[in-house]
């Protein structure tokens, strides 16, 4: 049987906020519908369309932006180059005009109100996460596809049988699980993230991996630097207060930087104490998930609600463990996307599926093996840093405050960020033959705990924070 494969650039993908699995994932979504359109030549029989949000999706989709993905992917736009600028505008538009451009081709007439609907009480069997495309046609007929978002941007039809993916390949190192992984590891004498790369050859030559990854990163680095000088409230109706901004003039002082390697060099300056590392890395994590609740372009990692917490770890990695080359991090990056791939197809990194725990406690892991092997550990110690981060995850609800990326999502990837510092410490100077837990172990107590939570605690804003804290948002 086939092993599921996944590269790199399926774990980490380049889009805008604020959720991969509500904003990204439904945004790949009305893509699809779109191109199924065109590929059946009916694209320009279309007179209306008619958007069906069932679960997660409708329960928090406002706050997550989900109508808003749909609308601009169902114009043609990609999250990955579309101006964030240009999002609530267009989007405005649309609403107020009462128009769409399918595609950029096709204009029909749209109703914000009676054309996207948000099934409140209704949720179809195969995931939390889903909606419904209808294309009804001048000739009477109709075209109508269900896709699944689930989590990190990845997406399935109704049918489950395909994804918005790339093309099998006979990988060198076919990989389901932790157990696997160290069994090439050992085989070969390969790191994990040697392993890796030798696998995403099997897509692409080594120079446009690596080209990728550093694409990845200039990303991941230029949204750090733009959410640690942006300053104002959140959008949304919270009045969430930005504070990364406010944090790195304290950590810095009033000094004006020309550039992100002018920016890091003074980071570095301000020394090495515990507390001051402390407030970077927070900083850091801030920084990212702050853009991240504005429609900023992010790096899912492995999805945008938990978007700030590798930056933040790879950050404090090249700032403080003087790791500024091209090389550490790539060999970073690639190892995080090994351990969080095995969270994919062992359990799931949808919070719609498992709470936080699968979002902020994967992305905790992916960064504590990913340090670990970075400053020098074992494939062992990689392992059990992963399986540490996310042992301290376990359980983690998600119950985001008014549906929104915000309370207590920001804050959050700063936990994420020190507890994956702490892990890849505890590795580093423990033998991991005494573990007592496997990240196999972990894995599966992960998925366990998943299906036993109760769903008001998995991104619906049915429960916990979500009740307990008063507010007053304005109506769409």
């Known amino acids: 049987m086939q092993k599921e494969q996944i590269s790199v650039f399926d774990m980490f993908k380049i889009g805008i906020g604020p959720s991969s699995s509500h904003t990204l994932g439904p945004w790949r979504a009305a893509q699809q519908f779109v191109s199924l359109l065109q590929s059946s030549q009916v694209l320009e029989l279309v007179t209306e369309v008619k958007i069906l949000l069932y679960g997660s999706l409708a329960k928090t989709g406002r706050g997550h932006g989900t109508d808003v993905a749909i609308l601009l992917g169902l114009s043609g736009d990609d999250p990955v180059t579309f101006n964030v600028d240009e999002v609530t505008p267009k989007t405005e538009a649309i ?23 948000f099934l409140f009480t209704e949720s179809l069997p195969f995931h939390p996460n889903a909606v419904t495309f209808q294309a009804f046609l001048s000739n009477g007929k109709a075209v109508s596809e269900t896709y699944y978002s689930i989590g990190g941007g990845f997406v399935v039809s109704d049918n489950c049988e395909k994804s918005a ?48 990854v550093l694409n990845i990163y200039k990303t991941i680095s230029e949204c750090i630097y733009r959410g640690c000088h942006t300053r104002g409230n959140l959008p949304g109706g919270l009045n969430v207060a930005r504070r990364a901004a406010a944090l790195n003039k ?10 992100y390697n002018e920016w890091v060099a003074a980071i570095r300056a301000t020394g090495e104490g515990f507390k001051n590392i402390l407030d970077w890395v927070s900083c850091f994590a801030l920084a990212v998930n702050e853009e991240n609740a504005s429609f900023g372009r ?147 107590t992960m998925w366990q705990t998943a299906l036993d939570m109760n769903s008001k605690y998995k991104e619906t804003a049915d429960g916990g924070l979500a009740i307990n804290i008063p507010i007053s948002l304005p109506e769409c």
């Open 95 to 117: 609403k107020s005009e009462g128009k769409l451009c399918l595609g950029g081709f096709r204009e029909i007439g749209f109703s914000y109100i009676y054309d996207l609907l």
């Open 165 to 212: 993916g790339k093309a099998e390949v006979d990988l060198p190192f076919p990989i389901e699980n932790a157990g696997e992984l160290l069994h090439w590891c050992r085989k070969t004498g390969l790191k994990i993230s040697e392993v890796v790369m030798e696998n995403e050859q099997a897509w692409r030559s080594e120079q446009e991996t690596r080209a990728g």
């Open 250 to 259: 304290k950590l810095i002082g009033n000094r004006a930087y020309n550039n």
């Open 298 to 444: 992010v790096v899912t990692a492995p999805t945008n609600g938990a978007a700030g917490v590798i930056p933040a770890v790879l950050q404090y990695y090249i700032v403080f463990c003087d790791a500024f080359k091209e090389e550490q991090v790539i060999q970073f990056l690639l190892t995080a996307s090994e351990i969080g791939s095995i969270f994919k197809k062992g359990a799931t990194i949808s919070a719609a599926m498992g709470g936080c725990q699968a979002e902020i406690g994967v992305s905790s892991a992916m960064a504590a093996a990913a340090l670990t092997e970075c400053l020098g550990g074992t494939q062992r110690q990689a392992m059990m840093a992963a399986e540490i981060a996310m042992e301290h995850h376990l359980g983690l609800t998600c119950d985001p405050i008014g549906g929104l990326v915000q309370v207590p999502c920001i804050e959050r990837n700063t936990m994420g960020a020190i507890k994956a510092i702490t892990a890849s410490q505890l590795a580093l100077q423990s033998n991991p033959e005494y573990a007592k837990v496997s990240l196999d172990a972990v894995v599966k």
